[in-house]
């Protein structure tokens, strides 16, 4: 089955930039989305389709996939960005869906 | 307002059987897909299953033989039918519809609170 890789831990001062990393085999031919989920919460799709936003999802937050990465890249972090963040694929191959382990932002 | 809401999540022994359901509202439920995802405690999210719009089922291997979804569009509902099952399917389990319609590989942009199951003897 496909799998999707997180490093566990992101960590970003406000004000800079936090980069998340989702690899997967030939992602790149794939759709990558993104969810932020806060403790508590339900998730939050805040990029689909690589690099587009739903109306609410700050302009600070882009996406981008190629070859064998996908990125969430947060600009300018702020304290309320502190949250899980998951990427998610459809595998065409096994006809499921796909989720990676999980990245948690730490605003220092 | 666009919504989704769970409910049959409760306590049950291993090898038990419990429904779950997903209610919508807001939008024309007939057209959207509808997945179940869940979360073991402190863990990350799982795509559980997911019923198309055109009526097709698939299943992650985990659950495969022993989850079944149905879908009834006249009352704008899916559910999660488990059986035997195992403590490794302790989880909040929610449900979520693709933002488009007729798609199952869209972003999730609805997802409903979630209803807990817990697997325990």
């Known amino acids: 089955s496909y799998v999707l890789t997180q490093p566990p831990s992101v960590s970003a001062a406000p004000g800079r930039t936090a980069t998340i990393t989702c690899g997967g085999n030939?992602?790149?031919?794939?759709?990558v989305h993104w969810y932020q989920q806060r403790p508590g919460q339900a998730p939050v799709l805040v990029i689909y389709?690589?690099?587009d936003r739903p109306s609410g999802t700050p302009e600070r937050f882009s996406g981008s996939n190629s070859g064998n990465t996908a990125t969430l890249t947060i600009s300018r972090v702020e304290a309320g960005d502190e949250a899980d963040y998951y990427c998610?694929?459809?595998?065409?191959?096994?006809?499921?869906?796909?989720f990676g382990g999980g990245t948690k932002l730490t605003v220092l | 307002e666009v919504k989704l809401s769970e409910s049959g999540g409760g306590s049950v022994r291993p090898g038990g059987s419990l429904r779950l359901s997903c209610t919508a509202s807001?939008?024309?439920?007939?057209?959207?897909?509808i997945n179940w995802v869940r979360q073991a405690p402190g863990k990350g999210l799982e795509w559980v299953s997911s019923?198309?719009?055109?009526?097709?089922?698939y299943y992650a291997d985990s659950v495969k033989g022993r989850f079944t979804i149905s879908r009834d569009n006249a009352h704008n509902t899916v559910h999660l039918h488990m059986n035997s099952l195992r403590a490794g399917d302790t989880a909040v389990y929610y449900c979520a519809k693709p933002f488009q319609e007729h798609v199952l590989q869209g972003g999730m942009d609805v997802w409903g609170e979630g209803t807990t199951v817990t697997v325990s003897s």
């Open positions: 019923f198309s719009s055109g009526g097709d089922t």
């Open positions: 807001g939008f024309t439920f007939s057209t959207y897909a």
């Open positions: 998610h694929v459809w595998d065409r191959s096994s006809d499921q869906q796909v």
């Open positions: 030939d992602i790149g031919s794939k759709s």
């Open positions: 389709y690589d690099s």
